[in-house]
């Protein structure tokens, strides 16, 4: 009876971590982008110019290369991408090497340097919805 109650417990485990293998490898993993590429984020190439044409995901990894001493990365609402503002629940980056994860949406980047961010410091991405993964399939229920 002891054993089979072992073996029981044993199924019952493997049919979770199935389940779950299953369930984590249903998407397709976020790709990391360096911003401004070789330029890092700087005021040397428009960042607008940088994003247009490549095709962003909800959790993709966007990486902010800068002198720390100079500039910052912002994150701000649409407002303070129009404006160049540091809006009241913007969340202010400063290390110099910084990785913010892309969410749901539009997705607002400036420099808080009032020049630096009217030189096209600054960049706007819709991130779209994750596609699932390559052979994934949807499981009708019927």
Request: glycine share 8%; charged share 20%; net charge positive.
């Amino acid at each position: 009876m002891a054993r089979e109650g072992v073996i029981l417990a044993i199924l019952m485990l493997m049919a979770i971590l199935v389940l779950h293998c299953k369930s984590s490898h249903g998407a397709k993993p976020p790709a990391t982008y360096t911003v401004g590429d070789g330029y890092g984020w700087s005021i040397t190439i428009s960042m607008e110019a940088w994003a247009k044409g490549k095709k962003f995901y909800a959790g993709d990894i966007l990486v902010f290369k800068y002198d720390y001493q100079d500039t910052d990365v912002v994150v701000v609402d649409r407002k303070g991408f129009e404006t160049c503002t540091v809006t009241p629940n913007a969340t202010v980056y400063e290390s110099g090497y910084d990785k913010i994860q892309l969410r749901f949406g539009p997705n607002y980047f400036i420099s808080s340097n009032p020049d630096n961010c009217q030189s096209n410091m600054k960049m706007a991405i819709n991130a779209a919805a994750r596609p699932p993964a390559r052979g994934a399939r949807k499981i009708n229920p019927n």
